[in-house]
């Protein structure tokens, strides 16, 4: 009887430690498809998009209606003569980004509870990491496109205070004259202040700033009348490019005109911006698909070791812009050990751009 009972006991220990083998168990598989083709756990490995910030600046200039008696009244001939708009391009940065590679679609079939199935991932699918928190990844540089762009009917000379002496002339030449009066009588003014004409001196420091910055204020606007007026907003536009193995890398980005700013790539009323994509490595060994029936890592987690590629975003011969950056989609393909993921308390930490292993944890 003795015996029977230990034979029992004996069972039930070795069918726990089977059982408890059984629920820790994890696999991942490639598939042949660009998306899910049932339930499951699934995810996929990213491919490097290349973000292109384009900055320009537009510059508006507006005559003032009395430039043609600038250097009569004021002595001044630096004048706009005509309105006009330009851009000119400034700048340009290049970042990346992670969507999902559909080339590269794996399921994760479990056993029980490993860590290979705490998966963290984007809203698109893309594997950001495993037992990790979501964190938002990325920038919405497009929404930069919508800014609103300055043109010449945004400038005008409504706000310049003209006095009721200025407004009842009857000719420009004799307005000019008298606003040209003003502009003088407002630096006589200020120097009277700076030289501390009691009379004119605001009775206390706050007020004395006041004055002095509405007495720059007026004269401007006055003068401005003469010289014209400028302004300069900086307006910037984003470009995507996916450099793929088997296609070209380099390609017009797109089009610049000096009078019309940024242009589609195919309009030739524009100069072309390049973009250049140096791949130091283009053949990538595929690991996974050297695996047999027989091979001993055939359910590690998979991830990406990319490749270091060179970006360069050229105006012309101009280079603006020359930056490393890795490429997933270029990248090999190789597996964790099977077994690291059986346990539920390992955390692994990846590049959401490129699908490469960051950091291996515990927590």
Request: hydrophobic share 40%; glycine share 6%; aromatic share 8%.
């Amino acid at each position: 009887m003795k015996q029977i009972g230990l034979f029992l006991l004996i069972a039930i220990l070795f069918g726990g430690c089977s059982s408890k083998e059984t629920l820790t168990h994890g696999s991942v598989e490639q598939v042949n498809s660009d998306y899910p083709t049932g339930h499951g756990l699934w995810y996929y490995l990213p491919e490097t998009v290349i973000q292109v910030e384009i900055i320009a600046e537009k510059t508006v200039a507006r005559s003032g209606p009395f430039f043609r008696f600038s250097q009569r009244f004021l002595n001044v001939s630096d004048v706009i003569t005509e309105n006009k708009e330009e851009w000119r391009i400034v700048g340009a940065k290049v970042t990346t980004i992670g969507r999902p590679d559909k080339t590269r679609l794996f399921r994760v079939e479990a056993s029980g509870n490993p860590s290979v199935t705490a998966l963290t991932l984007s809203e698109g699918g893309v594997l950001h990491g495993i037992n990790v928190p979501f964190v938002a990844h990325g920038i919405a540089k497009p929404a930069k496109s919508d800014q609103p762009v300055i043109s010449l009917a945004d400038i005008n000379f409504n706000d310049v205070p003209f006095t009721e002496d200025q407004l009842i002339r009857t000719s420009s030449t004799a307005m000019a004259e008298e606003v040209a009066r003003e502009i003088y009588r407002l630096r006589q003014m200020r120097s009277n202040i700076l030289e501390g004409d009691v009379d004119l001196l605001p009775p206390d420091e706050g007020s004395y700033a006041i004055v002095m910055a509405e007495i720059d204020r007026k004269e401007q606007s006055y003068l401005e009348l003469f010289t014209g007026r400028t302004r300069t907003q900086k307006v910037s536009r984003v470009y995507e490019f996916v450099p793929r193995p088997g296609r070209s890398l380099n390609m017009v980005l797109l089009r610049f005109s000096h009078q019309n700013g940024f242009l589609d790539s195919m309009d030739v009323s524009g100069t072309p911006v390049y973009i250049e994509v140096d791949v130091h490595e283009q053949v990538a060994h595929n690991f996974l698909k050297d695996e047999h029936d027989k091979s001993p890592n055939r359910r590690g987690m998979v991830y990406c070791n990319p490749v270091e590629a060179v970006v360069r975003v050229i105006d012309r011969t101009l280079l603006l812009n020359e930056q490393k950056v890795n490429l997933a989609q270029f990248g090999q393909l190789m597996r964790m050990p099977a077994d690291l993921l059986d346990a539920n308390n390992v955390v692994v930490e990846m590049d959401v751009s490129t699908g490469a292993l960051k950091r291996i944890s515990y927590k």
